[in-house]
């Protein structure tokens, strides 16, 4: 895994690395980043392992200061899991409530098969702090990809969004889900 910076959108840097591991198999992607109150970044992203393609991409995380400097490319990260039974795979995404506690509040949605569960974590992005919850609403999305989350501008409301295949097109359309989830 990769990034390039610029600061006008036309002109980029090098290649920096961020994720590059010895074993060749595995292939860190689908990163998304969001800042959190005490000014670092936390980075999610799935890994998936070529040799063995039943592992279920666990989702990794790791932390930045400053959004440019990840820490060491051979480490692969911390795994996300709210126990051992309990982790998310595939396709991550995460979003941040400031707002939301004393610490803010991290959301995390994965397509490891329930489109409905929601990991959260109230400090920070501590390793041992991550648990899950149903949304309300199950949505089933039958090509399992991770809801986005955007924060609204109260700072303790979510908007998930995503679509699913829409019943009444012939042609093989989807149309546009939303679920607005406020908390305290």
């Known amino acids: 895994m990769v990034m390039r910076i610029t600061a006008d959108g036309m002109d980029w840097g090098e290649t920096i690395n961020i994720v590059a591991l010895e074993k060749q198999s595995l ?24 040799a063995d393609p039943h592992n279920g991409n666990p989702v990794y995380c790791r932390f930045s200061a400053d959004g440019s400097h990840w820490g ?31 610490k803010g509040l991290l959301l995390l949605t994965s397509a490891d098969g329930s ?24 949505i089933n999305a039958d090509y399992k990809y991770s809801h986005a989350i ?13 679509c699913i295949p829409d019943a009444q097109s012939e042609l093989g359309y989807y149309k546009m889900i939303h679920l607005n989830i406020t908390f305290k």
């Open 27 to 50: 292939r860190p992607g689908m990163p998304v980043v969001t800042q959190m109150n005490d000014g670092r970044f936390i980075m999610v992203y799935e890994m998936v392992d070529a």
């Open 72 to 102: 060491d490319v051979t480490d692969p990260g911390t795994r996300i899991a709210a126990n051992k039974k309990n982790a998310p795979s595939s396709c991550p995404y995460v979003a941040y409530l400031p707002n939301v506690g004393e």
């Open 115 to 138: 489109a409905h569960r929601v990991f959260y974590n109230d400090n920070l992005g501590d390793a041992k702090s991550w648990r899950a919850w149903h949304q309300p609403v199950e």
């Open 150 to 162: 955007f924060p609204a501008a109260d700072g303790k409301t979510a908007h998930f969004v995503n």
